[in-house]
């Protein structure tokens, strides 16, 4: 399980997360939505322990992520937007890379290119990736240790419709098995078909916080959920004020 409880946190005087709080559960896809500066991204690298903050704390199975015993990766498999691999190495060799690191061998490399769908391009360098083809090279280095958990930072960014198809299929089967998928997009429409619960924030609150159908059954769809969530925030607000 991933508990996130009343993270705040700040750059200066700006607050990027307020009090956001909600847990991710076993078998269940946990979709983070919301725009480009809503928060997403910092609340990713919150939980896995690349930025701290000022108030309140994320775990994972009960513990920070530094916390986990000596090889986390085997508990959490993670791709995040913001990072990417050096443009010089193949898609093999970036896989490799990670794998020495974990004491993961090359059969396990090859075969999670081969999930993917990379395997035709595994000895091609990075730098002549599309963006699509770096998403889903990111994805197979989430999965190289088989993780009991996923998290992931807009993974279906510049995919087409067939990837994005794949992605949903292949992470619905992830978490068929018991497993755990925490992802954030800006692609609601997309999620709607993917995910089991949603969170969405605006501004660094949480606007929304639900089931996938009750949202559904509500307001006819994600995007309806999240403006009429938004707009009726900032309202209240107004109303406070």
């Known amino acids: 399980m991933i508990e996130i ?13 307020d009090k956001v709080s909600f847990t991710a559960e076993k078998g269940q ?22 930025e701290t903050s000022q108030e ?16 986390p990766y085997n508990i959490v498999g993670s791709f995040l937007d913001s990072c990417s691999p050096n443009p010089s190495r193949t898609g093999v060799s970036h896989l ?11 059969k396990r490399c090859l075969e999670c290119l081969e999930i993917v ?32 958990i996923l998290v992931l930072d807009e993974p279906i960014n510049g995919l087409d419709p067939e990837g994005i198809r794949w992605v949903r299929d292949f992470l619905k089967g992830f978490v068929n098995q ?14 709607e078909l993917t995910v089991d619960k949603v969170v969405a924030l605006s501004h660094g609150k949480i606007v929304l916080h639900s089931d996938r159908d009750t949202i559904i059954s509500e307001y006819g769809s994600f995007e309806n959920a999240y403006f009429d969530s938004t707009k009726t925030k900032k309202n209240g607000d107004a109303n406070v004020e």
């Open 5 to 17: 409880e009343n993270i705040k946190k700040k750059y200066g005087n700006k607050v990027v997360l």
């Open 29 to 50: 896809i946990t979709g983070v939505i919301g725009p480009n500066g809503s928060g997403k991204s910092t609340l990713m690298r919150i939980l896995l322990g690349l």
């Open 178 to 191: 018991g497993k755990l998928v925490l992802m954030s997009s800006h692609y609601m429409s997309e999620l």
């Open 56 to 71: 309140g704390q994320a775990l994972i199975n009960k513990k920070k992520y530094m916390d986990l015993r000596e090889q």
């Open 117 to 148: 769908g990379l395997t035709g391009v595994g000895k091609k360098k990075i730098k002549d990736y599309s963006l699509g083809m770096k998403q889903r090279l990111g994805l197979a280095a989430a999965i190289l240790a088989d993780p009991q």
């Open 96 to 106: 490799r890379w990670i794998g020495l690191a974990c004491g993961i061998d090359k």
